[in-house]
């Protein structure tokens, strides 16, 4: 059979100097505006706001982008035609190319400077033509608005034309594979924007120009009921941990409260601030002071075993659009429930996350991991770390996530017990704690990969952590809800209770191994 017909590629710059020359194709792009625009504004309900915003003549209509729908949508808003840039990618297929060139856009090497794309806009301009700018550079489909690229600050100075900030909510959730589902999209317009007009910016005037432009679009955003980004938290525990958050926060660029048990707590932390480390956007003061439901994110810093009587002061504070940063390692007491599963029981907040840091986040290059089932906060969460100057790892398995931690400190308190028979029956005695506790993680739901890696990290420490004491007994619970036999971390438990001896308690693992070891043959 004869192979399929293969077109060819065109070379980007004559889609780029077909726009400068002729701009839209007249019959292609009216009679498909004709088409598309009722369906358009019929099958996703569009609401559009501000549209007298728009001026005549050169204009640049800086918007979020969440989907492929929005270039569409922003054209609704419009009486004339749009050009707006498109990824190189969509111009591979020629006839692709051609009917989205006819219609106004033009292709952009993504992730480069693109001059020919910077060309074609401002001939555009200059031409009086409306040319949609999408500072983010990429779609952003959760969570707040990304960071703009200083390019938009560059081709409002260089051009010299009026910038209306636009924002448009709802178009994240039209497309499902191929399937084109009928949300409800809205998209508002602000009052244009004006700059003066400079020959050459420099990359620093540039940056400054889309700083200026970016919070616009951001209110238009927020009006619409877009989620706002973190800029205020409330950290409840200042302890070392709690601590350690409100300083990578408070790097990040948030306001940041620290909520201390006593005002003596909080009196010493703002005197020795400057020996602590705190920053000045730190704000030390008692936990009833805080005003919960006016922050956007709230750190839960405290040891589980403290749980119960903080949020049951603190549950009904939490706004309902406020999130929940729980950063406590191990179980919560009497039943041995995970933290985020206790704290989403009893808070009413929009969404849940827990965090696990396996060593000193003031440490340079320190690293975390975050997780959370809601994929805005997944999102929100990393930016904010990221930016304190962490190195970030985000995942939707919560359980796995904090079954992990336990699994690291009871692993470490195995080791520690085992220790005086030597190093080959103490990493013995942690890899079977952490083989039981990933067999729990699996029946509550986790997934086995979030333990790769994590019997290397487990190695022995210098000492147990802390928690550990009280979260073997909690384990043991959470076992026996489960069904699962865990004898090696019942066997523990005894130890810590005193009902069993160490060497009691080793041999029954050695011979518990000796007996897996003949089945297995």
Known sequence: MPGRLKLKPRPLEVYHERTRRRGVHPLVYWLGRLLIKPAVLVYFRVRRLGREHVPEGGVILASNHRSFLDPFVIGCCVRRPIYFVAKRELFKNPLVGWFLNCMGAFPVRRGQSDEESVKTSLELLANGKA??????????????????????????????APVVPVAVTGSEGARDGWRIKPVRVHVRCGAPLTFPKVADPSRFL????????????????????????????????????????????????LS????????????????????????????????????????????????????????????????ERSAVLVTSRGLVPPLGTTPTAYVSERVHARAVATMAAPGNLRGAGASLTLATRNADLRRQLGDVFRAGGLRVDVTDDVTGTELAACAKSAAALASAAAAPRGANVADAAAGRILSEIRELALASGGRSETFAGLAAAAERE????????????????????????????????????????PDRWLETMSSEGADRASVGE
Do not use: Y
């Open 131 to 160: 040319v949609v700018v999408f500072p983010e550079g990429t779609r952003i489909v959760s969570g707040s608005l990304g960071r703009p690229k200083r390019g938009v600050g560059r081709l409002t100075l260089l051009s010299g």
């Open 462 to 501: 210098a000492g147990a952590p802390a928690d550990s004491l009280a979260t073997v007994p909690l384990l043991r619970m959470a076992f026996e809800r489960q069904g699962i036999e865990a004898p090696v971390t019942a066997g523990l438990h005894r130890v810590l209770a005193g009902e069993s001896s």
């Open 206 to 253: 540039a940056g400054e120009v889309t700083e200026r432009i970016w919070p616009c679009v951001e209110l238009q955003w927020e009006w619409l009921g877009g989620l706002p980004p973190l800029r205020t938290a409330a950290v409840v525990g200042a302890g070392r941990m709690g601590t350690a958050v409100a300083s990578v926060l408070a790097r990040a660029g």
């Open 256 to 319: 940041v409260q620290l909520g201390c048990r006593t005002e003596a707590r909080a009196a010493r932390l703002r005197a020795e601030r400057s020996n602590r480390g705190l920053d000045k956007a730190i704000e030390p003061k008692t936990v009833p002071e805080i005003e919960l439901a006016g922050v956007d994110l709230v750190v839960v810093a405290v040891p589980c075993a403290s749980m119960p009587d903080v949020i049951a002061g603190l549950g009904l504070h939490v706004g």
